[in-house]
Each structure stands twice: as structure tokens, then as C-alpha cells.
């Protein structure tokens, strides 16, 4: 049987990966009639994508209007990241079911 700590990684890539792939369509659809990346909310103001980095005394760091050409690359190494991981998962499943 497959344990249930093993469903659960296996849960969370394919939850990553999707996640990951949502993220890339907003942004391919974030790009405007001149080949812009533009970000606009519900109120057509303009927005920017943002890292943040979680810290225990400060609450978190963040930097604003990341390049999206970085965005994309973090996003396709992620997902090619997990997508190696549910390879590595599986021969354990098979393991698991023996």
C-alpha cells in the first residue's frame, strides 16, 4: 500500500505544477498588442510581480517588480523540478505495491 506521506508528496507536485502553469498562462495573457508584460488588477491599476522571503523577526522581505523574464524562468525550473520528483515518486509507489 502507498503510504499516506508518499500521497501526500505526490499531492503537492501535482498541486505545484499546476499552480506553476497558472501562473505562466496570467502571464502570457498579461501581455499586451506591443509585446508588453502588463499586469493590471480588477481596478486596471498596474501591478508587478513580487518575491517575498518569509523571516522569523521581521515578518518577511520583499522585492518589487521582479522581471518577468526571471519569474518565467523560476516557473519552468520549478515545474520541471517536481515533474522529477513524481519520477522519483512513482518508483517508490512501485516499491510501496510489491
Known amino acids: 500500500m502507498i ?11 501535482y498541486s505545484e505544477i499546476e499552480n506553476s502553469e497558472k ?12 509585446g508588453e508584460f502588463e499586469l493590471k488588477d480588477d481596478w486596471n491599476n498596474s501591478k508587478h510581480l513580487t518575491l517575498s522571503i518569509p523571516h522569523k523577526d521581521a515578518g518577511s522581505y520583499s522585492i ?7 519569474a ?11 515533474k522529477n520528483e513524481l519520477e522519483r515518486l512513482k518508483t517508490i509507489c512501485k516499491t510501496q505495491l510489491l
Open 3 to 13: 503510504t499516506k506521506d508518499v500521497a501526500r508528496l505526490i499531492y503537492n507536485c
Open 64 to 70: 518589487y517588480q521582479l522581471p518577468h523574464e526571471l
Open 23 to 34: 501562473m505562466i498562462e496570467t502571464m502570457k495573457n498579461a501581455i499586451n498588442e506591443k
Open 72 to 82: 518565467l524562468s523560476a516557473l519552468v525550473h520549478h515545474i520541471n523540478k517536481n
